[in-house]
Nanobody, 121 residues
């Protein structure tokens, strides 16, 4: 059964930090690469950080040097450490495989509920 459960979001001040966690089913986590995505109000979903099974990471330019993605393969858990937060980081954050996991007869993308991150003073 598929599962993606994000947690750790909340309200942070500019310059502050948050750490997101994602508990994933083995069926999804065993896929080579995992990623953190975000969707800001009125915008499309974007990939902000990616990590493969060997630990190689990639980041969007907008978060490079501020965010760190990591994974615990024994726990099927993905993390995102977010430092030096900016108001433009405000979004709902989702984890998923990269590319996103698809299932069912119509190969629909499967997503969890996400976790809200709000950066404001």
């Amino acid at each position: 059964q598929e599962q993606l459960v994000e947690s750790g979001g909340g309200l942070a001040q500019p310059g502050g930090s948050l750490r997101l966690s994602c508990a994933a089913s083995g069926k999804i986590f065993s896929i080579n690469a995992m990623g953190w995505y975000r969707q800001a109000p009125g915008k499309g979903r974007e990939l902000v950080a990616r990590i493969n099974s060997r630990g190689t990471t990639n980041y969007a330019d907008s978060v490079k040097g501020r965010f760190t993605i990591s994974r615990d393969n024994a726990k099927n858990t993905l993390y995102l450490q977010m430092n030096s937060l900016k108001p433009e980081d405000t979004a709902v954050y989702y984890c998923n495989s990269n590319p996103p996991y698809v299932s069912g007869p119509y190969y629909a993308e499967y997503w969890g509920k996400g976790t809200q991150v709000t950066v404001s003073s």
